[in-house]
């Protein structure tokens, strides 16, 4: 069974970083896209940024290119997301997900319960 488990989140000044963790089992890690998604109240679920299956390419939304960086340890089968230079837009319950490729409208398994990122001006 694929599951991925998402953690880091909290509070945070505007200006300030914080590091997402997500770690996956059930699967074998690169078989699959992993991609980070943000949802905040009263909006629609977003792509935030996206880890190719193989980990080879990477992409991020127009909104955090340049402030937020993807990465993985595929020991630990867990793929990162740092965000620097925080907004307050971008408060959101955070997930990740796996998914066939990257911008698939699909994901593999379901969606966890997500990480609260809340960011003060």
């Known amino acids: 069974e694929v599951q991925l488990v998402e953690s880091g989140g909290g509070l945070v000044q505007a200006g300030g970083s914080l590091r997402l963790s997500c770690t996956a089992s059930?699967?074998?890690?690169?078989?699959?896209?992993i991609g980070w998604f943000r949802q905040a109240p009263g909006k629609e679920r977003e792509g935030v940024s996206c880890?190719?299956?193989?980990?080879?390419?990477?992409s991020y939304a127009d909104s955090v290119k340049g402030r937020f960086t993807i990465s993985s340890d595929n020991t630990k089968n867990t793929v990162y997301l740092q965000m620097n230079s925080l907004k307050p837009e971008d408060t959101a319950v955070y997930y990740c997900?796996?998914?066939?490729?990257?911008?698939?409208?699909?994901?593999?398994?379901?969606w966890g319960q997500g990480t609260q990122v809340t960011v003060s001006s």
């Open positions: 880890f190719s299956k193989g980990r080879t390419s990477t």
């Open positions: 997900a796996a998914q066939s490729w990257c911008g698939a409208t699909l994901i593999v398994g379901s």
């Open positions: 059930g699967f074998t890690f690169e078989r699959y896209a």
